[in-house]
């Protein structure tokens, strides 16, 4: 029985002492649910009128006995529907950390960032350098390790915070689709804080952050009318590439989706070709496979051999013309592999332009050759730009879903 | 023979047997009926009737005890008492069970026990004859442990009535009832049953010790054995299983447990009881053992839920407000908002709110009760989330944890998990989940120390692993399971081949 207590209070004190909490206190802080303001977004942003500063955008949604009205520096609190739901509270301070404190100062209720479902930061606070934003995020006790991270495209988080507020539309929401819905298009996937901590962590890592786009439709805004809400729209627009921790760059939706196949991550998307007629035809890629092989001589590394598999179905055919005849099939094949190839080539060729390895293969070495990534992990920044990469892509295509002629097919006639 | 079984208890009278004494013990009571007869030859032989009106069956005096003495050609030719005492015990008065006593406390409580006595004065002598004939209720259906299929007749409050109900169940001839006596005042009949032969002798004996050497008032409820016997008294844990079902208590002492019948009670007490009995309804042998395992993993579920469920709520929505999903969270902070009170405090407010309903239902008359019920319903449910005192969420999770409670087979099993229900709520108020941990940490080391009759309380997830497995989380198919509980240390492992 003595043994037991003992064992009772041993189990008792440490659940006490490493509870992971500040010594003054052993217990969890307390308080009550109607007192927090979830934070659904945080924005970071350099201050426009003191560069020491740091400007934090948080959107928060207001509860249903909330009334409207502003909530800080903006809100458009007297919209309808959704958008009269949306509250943002802007502050500035010499660390995000100091900011998100000011911000308590307006907040009517206590800011509680355990909530907070991605982290945008500003295009201009990126190209200066994204450490000193994410340190706050990563060491925050409140804040989650599975953050979506984004990059503003060409503007400030907040800009594009408020603006997709105007919108109507929820941005927790419409980053949620763009996750789920990843799989049709394959062209910017996402990117949690976790992961990114690991990258920046690593070694000749090439980071590779999802960027957001506000686009503006042509209808009313080019007209100079009154921009009305359903004229702004959220994009997910490529990829922003960091290297050396800092913004270099976008790349376009295309040149995404070739990251994406290099590190096989690609899911499935549509690859327009032409058939032999001319004629516009659809795949669907179902299968997306690269197989990275290194060739060395000694320790050197002399070229990579990129084996790509891309398996599809015909999703749509503009011709009448029969096109799975052997002859047709192979050509299609071939087409398919070209533009695979050309995607592929292209961001390789971007990749060694800007010396940045957001193809995974210092990743993959690592993992394949561990004793030579070793040897050669000093200077992969100068064989990296140089290194040769060959890519043979095997193409075919499997499936025609519910017809394979098309209607009004010339020769049945 | 019903006389023969052994009284270890019995009302410490003196002085010889004669009708005078009789009367001087017990003539403040009007219950009592004394009767002077003169029979044999002249009326020569003179003899009282002694017996306690209402609990005798007095047709059967007069047709098979008064009738043959009077008008029986032995009888009537005999001329002293000693004559009339040998002619009885020689059979001549055809009656099934009669005792010759010579001891007035034997006499007395035979009485007292539904029995009539025929005194002879003259040579301090009385013979008992076994007429009980009170009042009883017939054996009823279960009301507290109904199942759709199975036996449905109970124990009732007469305890040869039980006795004999489990002899039918259980017609092996090696069934053993043993009897003993106790309460001061009560002179309460308690039986214990076993199997010769399969039961543990070292638990059978520790059962009989333990009750044989209670020397209490009275025995009018089985708290006062219960209490009394159990090696853990401050728990709130049920050590001993109780049942109204026989085809339960039978299945138990096959098993190879003790039960314990009470006169008066209408319940059975099956020794010893572990936390896994308390999880199992007798209906599971009664369904498809797939079936069953589902009910009996969901039922361990649900004694968590209605355990951990308030606790968790306070924690998370007062400390760990990140653990919920945001929609959600933005839900519950909306539905409090205007709800004066903290988090923990509401929770306290329904609970008790909910107990108090229990109590109410369980105490009005059933057309009330189901009154107090909608109104009970209504008013924390309805009104008291109208006027902002409680919020929606809460009501839900008392709501839950509530109804959960409602699917433990035991009573008793389930109060106890409502008592600490209340203690976890605290411990969660206090610490949110680390305190949430400590108190379970408390319970399940509380769980741990409890021993009832020599076995762990938490057999067989501590201790005899194995076979006993079988019969826990999952009924498996009842051909695979061949022995009997390993803990029992029963002297006849194998049930089956």
Redesign the interface.
Known sequence: ?KR?KLF?YI??ST??CL?GCKVSS?????????N?E?I?ILGIDKSPQNPEEIRVTMLY?A???QPGGKAGGNSDGDQKGEASKIRTVVWEGRTVSEAIKGAQMISERQI?L??V?AVIIGDEAAREGITKYIDFISRGM?L?LNNNVYIAKGSTAEDLIVKSSQSGKSL?DTIEHFQKNYGSTSTSGSLKLIELMGKLDGENNGIFIPALNIVAQESDSTQGGEKGRENIAIELDGYGIIKGHMLIGYVDKQLSSAINILNNKYISGDIVVSDPYGYAVTLEVIEMHTKKEYKFKGDDIESVMLNIIVNSNVGEQHSNKNIYDKASLEYLFEQQADAVKDSVYSIVEYAQKHNVDVLGFGKSLFQKHPVKWERIKDDWDSIFPNLKVDIDVKSRILRTYDITQPNSMEDMK | MYFKKLFKRKEKTKGTITTAHIKDILDESDDIVFSDFHIGANDRVQMALLYVDGMVETKLINDFVLKPLLTERWFTEAVSSKDVVTLIEEGKLYFASHRLIQDIGDCINDVIMGNVAIIFDDINIAITFDVKGFDKRSISEPSGENVLKGAKDTFIEVLRTNTALVRRKISTPKLRIKQVVVGRQTLTHIAIVYIEGLTNKNLVDEVIKRIEGLDIDEVVSIGYIEEYIVDNKITAFPLIASTERTDKFCANIISGRVGVLIDGLPIGLIIPGVLNQFLQAPEDYSQNFLVSSLIRLMRFLLMILTLLLPSIYVSI??????M?P?DL??A???S????PF??FFEILIMLIAFEILIEAGIRLPKTIGNAVSILGALVVGEAAVSAKIVSPGVVIVVALAGISTFTMPNQDFSNALRLWRFLLTIFSS??????L??GS??LL?HL??IETFGIPYLTPFVSHGGKSFMDTLFRLPLYLNKYRPDELKVENKRKQR
Request: with cysteine.
């Open positions: 029985m037991q009772l189990i008792l659940i006490l509870s052993y217990f969890p802080s307390k308080a009550e649910i109607e927090l979830f659904r949604m509860r249903e006995s509680f355990g909530h479902f409140e989650r927790p | 929505v007062t400390f760990h407000q990140e919920i945001t969270a933005i519950i902070a909306g409090k908002e205007g709800v903290p988090s206090i610490a949110g989940l680390v305190g941990s400590i940490l408390l080391f741990c120390t």
